[in-house]
């Protein structure tokens, strides 16, 4: 939450308008005010204000900094401490305007070191926690004026997480960037300008070079050179590995698109067809490691842990052994008594940040070091990959609408990848058979291409037909749980609709008393061994005066005669394709959700509230 962007530079660069465009694909991070400070002529210039940056451009003019300044710092906020206000917008600076910090984060001892600094004289202005540091650092420099010194004493004052970035007015060429549990990166075009972001999109366009900062590391950039140190052994710099990116630019731009979440549903196709790809190698280690294991789990939040479920279901039926599937937030409550010795833990994560899942994974390697982490994240070099064993990078791209769709059905891939890697290890199926699934596997990206190519109008009259309802049921049996918990989510989080995904059977134990007449439901009925079971939950909703919307396959009979309206899938109607079913069929409800939030006025990429990457609890 939180995205933070700068750069130094000895070119003449239009630097505002770079910084403006680096925090605007940041802008998934958090949107509620947003800032930018320039250094010039041993000054900080500041512009900031609360509103969205689109907003805050027009009437700050952003990008109109002094031609001949290298130094600056930006910063979009998704608020903690004090609300969406201009004084609580990042920059803060110190008492003499000479030191500012931009932050990602949240740091625990805020109170107890503001009355420290307080007693010493600092006046504060805001009502966040991110301004005690440049008043420490201030502290600090009193001490004997060195910038990098009082920046490190400052940090091993502050608990929390962070991830920062510092100039100094009297420091015409410096950046200092510091992390702890919130992700920062810096960027380098050699001998020129040093980038740093709280992710790699940001500086895309100029250099695919970076150095992924680990928690505790202080990088000292300067134009187009950076030094490390560790926190806690400052004196001499350390080495470290340059890492070259392979995403492209046009990944990360809406390219033509109105929006980031349709041109990101719309990639899905070519998102599954690169994941297909990852080496069968890393897919067999975990598929081995799970076939060793005694007792598992699975863990993730929001989208991922829907991923999470369908996952479970579809490796549970090649592995015929029991996995426990916990939210994250929840993984150390419900195991601190009963976590086993060499338990597996696969962890699921697009940003790999998300806080709760780290915190869990970290509380497991501690309460049970024999514990073994097996992590999947879109990220590399992400938190969750310090913190794993083994490590599977699902091939999406960057995503940068805030609602997970790509990333989706690739978790959900790499699952089930792993799945018949598993088949096959077993032998309990024949090589034919194995062979189906794999093609049905294959076969998903063109599903959804002729799903996306002859759908769009009837989803859009979906939506304009239930223009008036603010409730819904998605209900659905077996694997497609997860197919209505995240098609649930999607719709919740973008078009401010709410939906309870929910267990089709388990319905009429008490959601169903919120049925009447013209009650809109969307039954996810793929032909699975469930498909009868769920004639007889629909015909409990219909009788009640539900209205019904299905979910079918192409050729569907049955439940498309129950139905008041069918979307259907173009996919066959047999058991290879239907176990794959969470992926093909959740595109339908990624673009109901798109649609209905254009139909309520919403911006489908800033949904209200939210943020992408959550890093705090
Ligand atoms: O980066 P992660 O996959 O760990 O994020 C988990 C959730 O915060 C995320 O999936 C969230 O629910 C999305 N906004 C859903 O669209």
Known sequence: MCGIFGLTTNQNKPIGKIALEGIKRLEYRGYDSC??????????????????????????????????????????????????????????????????????????????????????????KSETDTEIIPHLIEENMKTNGDLKEAVVNAIKKCKGAYGLAICHADYPDTIIAVRRESPLIVGIEEGETTYCASDIPAFLPYTR???????????????????????YNSDFPKEKQIQHIEWSIDAAEKGGYEHFMLKEIYEEPSALRRTMKISSDSLKKFAEILLSAENIYITAAGTSFYAALAGKFIITKFLGKYIEAIECSEFKTQLINSLEKNAIIIAISQSGETIDLIEAV?????????????????????????????????QAGPEIGVAATKTYVTQVLTLALIALEIAKLRKIEKEEEIQKYYDALRATPEIIENFLEKNIELIKFIVRNLEKNLNFFFLARGISIATAKEGGLKLKEVACRFIEGYSAAHAKHGPISLVREGYPIIFIAPPDETYERLIGNLMEFKSRGGKIISLVVEDDIKITNLSDITIRIPQPGDMYHSIFSPITFIPALQLLSYYAALEHNFDPDKPLNLAKTVTVH
């Open 35 to 124: 800032g930018i400070v320039c250094q010039y002529e041993s000054q900080l210039l500041v512009k900031k204000d609360a509103g969205k940056i689109e907003e805050i451009n027009k009437r700050l003019k952003l990008d109109e900094f002094p031609s001949d300044s290298k130094v600056v710092l930006a910063h979009t906020r998704w608020a903690t401490h004090g609300p969406p206000t201009k004084i609580n917008s990042h920059p803060h600076l110190d008492c003499n305007n000479k030191i500012a910090v931009v932050h990602n984060g949240i740091l625990e001892n805020f109170i107890e070191l503001k009355e420290e600094l307080q007693s010493k004289g600092h006046v504060f």
């Open 209 to 231: 070079n970076c150095y992924i900062l680990e928690d505790d590391e202080i990088a000292i950039l300067k134009a187009g050179t950076v030094e490390f140190y560790d926190i």
């Open 362 to 394: 970290r509380w497991a390697k501690k309460y049970q070091p024999s514990a073994r982490i097996i992590s999947i994240t879109n990220i590399v070099g992400s938190s969750i990959t310090r913190h794993s064993d083994n490590i599977i990078i699902t």
